[in-house]
């Protein structure tokens, strides 16, 4: 009998091996699609490498601005420091600028450039500002920006810091052509004080007040001050104090004080004091008052030395005309003849 063969069979259940047209085709794809990831990218870097500069506006700070006085007198050139300090990161071509609103002048360069900058470091820049008369009394804001990049990036960040600047008016109060009458005096009379108060300030004085200082050898009164107002600028207005002399005061030079009180363009109290030198004497003559009488007395007697004269003069012209007429009468009268006797 016949023995069967044995047939062996080998059933494998995984995918058939690819084909090599298919693996061509697999390869192609992820060529196709490794190019187009180059192109985007190669596009992106060379759009940012076109751009100049990418600005973002940083929240934090970096710097830190600050500036010598925020007072700038007007009708003057002003000198202030403005200091710019490193506080954050280290920073990259650092590029401050400073711009001031008109009619402020800024006198010099308003950047300052450094190429590096790290905390701690510092840029001061004195400035010279000129204020116009005109400005007396206003405040102004000044913008101080600064651009950088921050180490390591290669964007630029922009910070702006705000510096406010008041213009004040200023008030110079002098007093000349002082005059005191009589002098020298002597103790126990009147005295009295006359001059002149001069602004030679840009805004004027309000609510000014001149007084004597009550102080020896002076007796102060009413009379020794005086309410002046609104004192303007380069307009001299005049005035005359009087006070009086203590009757116990020794001879000598005395110093006697002149105080003006007044309030600035900020309606703050202001004073300020002006010395002259005052001579007591006992044996300084006196004018004394006398009180004539009134009426026509007191024109007679005003002019009485005229009425004399007049008097001499119309008694000179009676005389001399009475002696011309005794003259006439006795050229015009005639001869008497005597006869001799027969």
């Known amino acids: 009998m016949a023995e069967l063969s044995k047939t062996s069979y080998c059933h494998d259940l995984r995918a058939p091996p690819p084909s ?8 192609l794809r992820g060529t196709k699609r490794s190019l187009v990831a180059l192109i985007v990218i190669l596009v992106v870097l060379l759009a940012i490498s076109q751009t100049p500069r990418t600005i973002r506006a940083d929240p934090v700070s970096e710097l830190s601005v600050q500036v010598s006085a925020n007072t700038l007198r007007a009708g003057s050139n002003n000198t202030v420091t403005l200091q710019v300090q490193g506080i954050g990161k280290l920073l990259a071509n650092l590029d401050v600028a400073l711009t001031l609103p ?172 002006s010395s002259l030198r005052i001579e007591v004497s006992r044996t300084a003559t006196q004018t004394q008052t006398v009180t004539a009488p009134s009426g026509p007395m007191t024109i007679i007697l005003e002019y009485a030395q005229y009425l004399i004269l007049l008097l001499i003069i119309i008694g000179a012209a009676l005389f001399i005309r009475r002696r011309r007429r005794k003259g006439s009468s006795g050229a015009t009268q005639p001869r008497r003849v005597t006869k001799a006797p027969a």
Do not use: C
């Open 20 to 27: 090599e047209g298919d693996q061509r085709r697999t390869t």
């Open 102 to 273: 008109s009619p402020l002048v800024l006198f010099g360069d308003n950047h300052w450039r450094r190429s590096g900058f790290g905390p701690g470091d510092t840029i001061e820049a004195p400035l010279m500002i000129f204020a116009p008369a005109s400005a007396a009394g206003s405040s102004y804001q000044a913008t101080v920006t600064g651009l950088y990049k921050e180490a390591g990036e290669t964007t630029y960040s922009q910070e702006s810091h705000t510096v406010g600047f008041l213009v004040r008016g200023w008030i110079d109060l002098v007093i000349y052509d002082l005059l005191v009458t009589p002098s020298p005096v002597s103790p126990g009379s009147p005295v009295e004080i006359s001059g002149s108060l001069l602004n030679r300030g840009v805004t004027s004085a309000m609510f000014t007040n001149l007084t004597i200082n009550p102080a020896a050898p002076l007796i102060v009164s009413s009379e020794s001050a005086t309410y002046m107002g609104q004192v303007d600028a380069n307009a001299p207005a005049p005035f005359s104090l009087t006070a009086k002399i203590d009757p116990d005061t020794a001879d000598g030079m005395y110093t006697v004080t002149l105080v003006v009180y007044y309030q600035d363009d900020l309606h703050l109290n202001q004073r300020s004091e």
